[in-house]
């Protein structure tokens, strides 16, 4: 746990404040600098010891510690306290494999999936659009829940043709990597196009996820070819918690 100052040490409260910036957002800024170097997970000082501690009330206490969630510096848990947030690089370029748990590996993360749902169905009006499927055709719906380091990250709901394989449903639940299912069945995925936006999820999502309210977080969609035939082969929509993950856009080449 961060260590509370000491009520005679450097405060929030003591650090000269900018014309119109309220108390609260002192502090979340001076707690923000305390927690840089802070390891992922430590947990941040109770409403109450912030409260003694920076000489200020328990309410702008809770207001400081809502701040920095706002930021996505920190991961509040009802009844365990407020923690430092590990946040994922999430890279999103031409040339990175359409693959979640292969994308949060090489960020450092730990990735795992749990299955929500499997059906064999006929898709959407817009999932159909996306994928180019005639009208009697059916996919193969996959929901899931990403975690990264055992804290639930994403939810992602795929489609896929059903026609890739006869056994497509049958596959895709027994688990594990939907990217190597789709390269054991013979395809080579690659991104044809990604999107993602700040949108405030509905109700279902933000419970799957774990998140108080609803405040605003991300959404991606995107469909995936096989690099080698150009059939669409994938179109998936993910909600994903901004105090884990971070979306990184790459184009073009640093200099």
């Given at each position: ?49 912030l409260a ?5 009330s ?38 990175s ?7 949060i590996?090489?960020?450092g993360?730990?990735p ?78 690659g ?9 405030v ?13 609803r405040p ?11 690099t080698v ?16 993950i971070?979306?990184?856009?790459e184009?073009g080449?640093?200099?």
């Amino acid at each position: 746990m961060l260590e509370p100052t000491t009520p005679s040490g450097p405060t929030a409260a003591d650090a000269p404040l900018d014309a119109g910036v309220a108390t609260y957002v002192a502090v979340a800024d001076y707690l923000q600098q305390e927690i840089a170097t802070a390891e992922p997970g430590q947990r941040l000082p109770s409403e109450h010891e912030l409260a003694a501690s920076h000489n200020i009330s328990r309410v702008t206490a809770r207001a400081a510690l809502q701040e920095l969630e706002r930021r996505h510096l920190v991961r509040r848990a009802r009844g365990a306290g407020t923690f430092v947030a590990r946040r994922i690089d999430f890279a999103l370029n031409a040339h990175s494999a359409p693959s979640w748990s292969e994308t949060i590996r090489r960020a450092g993360g730990v990735p795992e999936t749990k299955i929500v749902s499997v059906d064999l169905m006929r898709p959407p009006a817009d999932v159909r659009t996306h994928l180019e499927l005639a009208s009697a055709a059916k996919v193969v719906r996959l929901v899931r829940l990403g975690y990264v380091d055992g804290l639930v990250a994403a939810l992602t709901t795929t489609h896929m043709p059903a026609s890739l394989a006869s056994d497509l449903r049958e596959r895709v639940a027994f688990g594990g990597s939907l990217y190597q299912t789709l390269q054991a069945i013979g395809c080579r995925p690659g991104r044809l196009w990604n999107s993602a936006t700040m949108e405030v999820p509905d109700a279902e999502v933000a419970a799957l996820l774990k998140i108080e309210g609803r405040p605003p977080i991300w959404r991606s969609e995107g469909c995936v070819i096989d690099t080698v035939t150009q059939r669409k082969i994938e179109y998936g929509v993910s909600w994903s918690r901004p105090d884990v993950i971070r979306y990184r856009f790459e184009f073009g080449q640093k200099p």
